[in-house]
């Protein structure tokens, strides 16, 4: 896991090349105005702000956002949904991230409602896709055959069909979704969040949201400073959380970086090289310190595990099909003339500053570098890596910057691996998940051993502890997990009463953080979030009093269960 030894030591570096942010502020999200969709500045003078009720009001439209409006209006109750861009879905559709599910996901290793997303997505392929026999034959169908996911699919389906499940309550006006509005201020008494304020980011209109429930699902964990409440950024110290692969001192400022991933085809004896990025030579010739002559450069696959996979396009072999969205030979002969794959690589892994809780133009500083690396990955897979015939570059490679929705060829949104945590009532630690901590506990096998079961689960999930390279220089690790429980407690505020998280910013630390931000487990979260305001809302408890009151806990388990929340393992699912 990390290791502090492990230290790149490159602030000087950093500073030398423009890359470290100066002066910390606390500045949530990331700016309409430095966003991938950014807009120009509105046109008109700002009108007067318009004030709209519901009983939960959801800020943030990812996966956990989605699954959030889902469960609150299944359970009766009115909801605004807000997103910052104009797609819905996160991570899934406007980060262009295939998901990355566990080994039981077919069967009972997710909530009904994400098994029906999945099932949603298949059904699209099935009505609107040119399958062969075989692939339609398929119970299975993984429209990319990609190795990441059972199910790697175009960013543009997994949005139609979020949209059509939610579409019923749409049409009620159960649910209302403001796209292309960011959450700006909070109003508060004392331990109460009364009113969220959103502004559009294409007219510059405010929106004043008031509801006696809201739901922080945003990707940074916008709503934790908004409301003033208590939260973790970075890396905790060991003498707070006592794991054993934490750091000797806090570091706030340790953060794994993020992503701006993009879409590729290959269409062979063609020419679809880009203009060469502005920022090519630097990345090109980068390479990590302290000793950049006996490390890799970043453009490259000599890293040992990336010489292993290796990358050939043409073969359709390697980091080609990692994440691969649509294999032609699943679709009638030349309806794709080349496959679909995402890049989402540790060579464009951007892990050189922070773009949270910091100001808007340190912000803006590091997603423009964050695009220039991914742009110049592109330019180099284009040119200059190397083939298996001994030429470089694959000029056939082509942007697909139509698959997500771009001017640019960038997915409108990085993906965030780590923001603002939760300061909750219960935090889940490294030694209630990982499986050599949890042999050393019980001092059970591999094969016997089991996570820490928690009284107040709220769900499940699964996922190896995986840390990417982090904004101080810790370099990446993976590690063995088992399969958990997600503890209402880590829900709860330890002093906010009508806030919860909907997304990863839950009560886990910089560690566990790794493996519960992945895809059904943010789906689960935001499920048991709406779930849980739609119970306290009808039994006028606090979510507190629900985790606390032995009665009301089974009752609102009852509620999860029969809704088809897993709130447990089967003896058969094992250490990952």
């Known amino acids: 896991m990390n290791n502090s030894a492990n230290k790149l030591g490159r602030r000087d570096f950093l500073k030398r090349v423009g890359l470290v942010a100066p002066v910390i502020l606390v500045a949530p999200g990331i700016a309409a105005a430095e966003t991938a969709t950014s807009s120009p500045a509105p046109p008109h003078p700002p009108r007067r702000p318009v004030e709209f009720g519901a009983d939960l009001v959801i800020i943030g439209g990812g996966l956990g956002g989605c699954a959030a409006a889902l469960a609150a209006a299944r359970n ?52 609107n896709y040119p399958l062969t026999e075989k692939a339609r034959a398929d119970k299975y169908l993984n429209p990319g055959n990609c190795w990441v996911s059972r199910i790697g699919c175009e960013p543009r389906v997994a949005l139609a069909v979020l949209q059509e499940m939610l579409a019923p ?79 000797e001192k806090a570091e706030p400022d340790n953060v794994q970086g993020f992503t701006c991933c993009f879409a590729l085809d290959y269409l062979a004896g063609e020419d679809h090289t880009i203009d060469k990025p502005t920022d090519y030579a630097f990345w090109h ?63 464009n892994d951007y892990s050189f500053g922070r773009i949270c809780d910091v100001d808007a133009a340190t912000v803006k500083k590091h997603l423009d570098h964050a695009k220039q690396l991914s742009l110049s990955l592109v330019y180099w897979l284009q040119t200059e890596a190397p083939r298996p ?31 603002r945590r939760l300061r909750a009532e219960f935090t889940v630690l490294e030694q ?71 997304c990863k910013n839950l009560g886990v630390t910089h560690l566990t953080n790794g493996c519960y931000r992945l895809h059904p487990v943010e789906w689960n979260i935001g499920e048991a979030a709406g779930a849980l305001a739609a119970f306290c809302l009808a039994r006028k408890k606090s979510p507190r009093a629900v985790r606390n009151k032995k009665s009301l806990l089974a009752d609102f388990q009852k509620l999860l269960r029969a809704d088809g929340v897993r709130l447990e393992w089967p003896k058969e699912a094992g250490a990952i």
């Open 169 to 247: 309550y749409l049409s009620t006006g159960r649910l209302q979704i403001f796209l292309n509005h960011k959450a700006t201020s909070a109003e508060t008494n004392g331990d109460r969040v009364q009113a969220v304020s959103v502004l559009s980011v294409e007219t510059g209109a405010e929106k004043i949201l008031r509801a006696p429930f809201f739901l922080d699902a945003t990707e940074q964990g916008d709503l934790l400073p908004l409301t003033k409440t208590e939260y973790v950024l970075g890396a905790e110290a060991k003498t707070d959380t006592t794991e054993p692969h934490a750091k």
């Open 285 to 347: 010739d980068f390479r990590l310190p302290p000793a950049p002559e006996k490390s890799e450069r970043f453009l490259s696959f000599d890293a040992p595990d990336s010489k292993k996979i290796g990358f050939d396009p043409e073969a359709r072999k390697g980091f080609w099909t990692y994440r691969r969205i649509a294999d032609r030979d699943l679709f009638a002969p030349g309806f794709y003339r080349g496959d679909l794959t995402i890049v989402n690589w540790p060579q």
């Open 76 to 127: 009766g109750l009115r909801v605004i949904l807000t997103e910052e861009t104009d797609w819905i879905g996160g991570q899934l559709t406007q980060q262009a991230v295939p998901p990355d599910e566990n080994g039981w996901v077919e069967t009972f290793g997710g909530t009904r409602s994400y098994q029906t997303l999945r099932a949603g997505i298949r059904e699209y392929y099935l009505r």
């Open 389 to 419: 015939d001994g030429g470089a570059g694959w000029q056939g490679l082509r942007l697909r910057a139509d698959v997500v929705g771009t001017e640019d060829g960038l997915a409108k949104y990085p993906y965030i691996r780590e923001g």
């Open 432 to 502: 209630h998940v990982t499986t050599e901590a949890r042999m050393q506990a019980t001092g059970l096998d591999k094969t016997a051993v089991r996570a820490t079961p928690f009284y107040d689960s709220a769900g499940i999930g699964s996922y190896h502890m995986d840390l990417h390279l982090t904004t101080t220089g810790d370099r990446g690790a993976y590690g063995s997990t088992l399969p958990f429980q997600i503890p209402l407690g880590a829900l709860i505020p330890q002093r906010v009463e009508n806030l919860l998280p909907a």
